[in-house]
């Protein structure tokens, strides 16, 4: 319903200008409905004084993300933005100094369009949030803000958690690509964590070749994938495929039907403890 290209393959062909003005137009004409990002007071402004100080910070050469709007999950502490992890805490309860991944992000020039909506400390909460695609429905979660700010538009990029399922979920409810790096591949200071033994940063694009272009410049080692040869998919048996409503089980029957019919090998797995 609300959806647009916004993508980060195109980069060059935007400007500083553009990025804003993207940013701007989509957010007070699709927000209202999909309700991705927490309320913030005079946006417009917030954001125009970023982008000067930018253009102040880059005069030169410019670095990987200049002018690029993020969307950042609200379990991710930011300078400059109160903290409250979809909790109705009082936000100097929760709010603390951002983290290296953050900085990280700042150094190469990337503008923060808002804290995204999250359910309650990424566990379970009723949310605002609404799928672009038909708002009668719902984005997934936790990160369903920001999957719901990539498949509109307001951004090219988000940021979100993962435990189990808060990115790869609202990923796939919003029809955008998602990604959950390896555990521990990318630092987790200045984050709100849930289980600090399975947590993990997360990305949402537009398009695969966004999502490489982002991960070869957030995480450490990156190397893309190159092979003429299909990777076997795992599927696992067990209580998540007994879970399903016969309408989905169908649905992901055919999807694996159309994988092994485009050239993929799919393998079925026993899960250890995974059986009812």
Known sequence: MFLNR??????SEFSLTDHLTNC????STIEPYVKAFIPEDDLNNRLKRDFSSLLEKFPNEKPPFFGVPFAIKDLIHVNGFPTR??????????TTKEGSFISNL???????AGKTITEEFAYHSIIPTRNPHNVEHTAGGSSAGSAASVA???????????TLRSVVAPASFCGVVGFKP???RIALDGVILLSPSFDTIGFFTQD????????SHFIPNWRSFQSDKRPVLGIPKGTFMNLMFDDV?????NQLKTLEDSGYTIRFVDMPGMKI
Not at 152 to 162: H, N, W
Request: charged share 20%; proline share 4%.
């Open 106 to 112: 700042r150094s190469m020039g990337t503008i923060f």
């Open 208 to 215: 695969t070749n966004s999502m490489i272009y982002a991960c």
């Open 85 to 94: 992890a979809g909790s109705e805490l009082p936000d100097n309860v929760l």
């Open 24 to 27: 701007d137009e989509r957010y």
């Open 182 to 184: 390896s555990y521990a």
């Open 6 to 11: 916004a993508t980060l393959a195109d980069r």
């Open 249 to 253: 089980k169908r649905a992901f029957e």
């Open 152 to 162: 509109s538009g307001i951004c090219p990029i988000a940021v979100g958690t993962q």
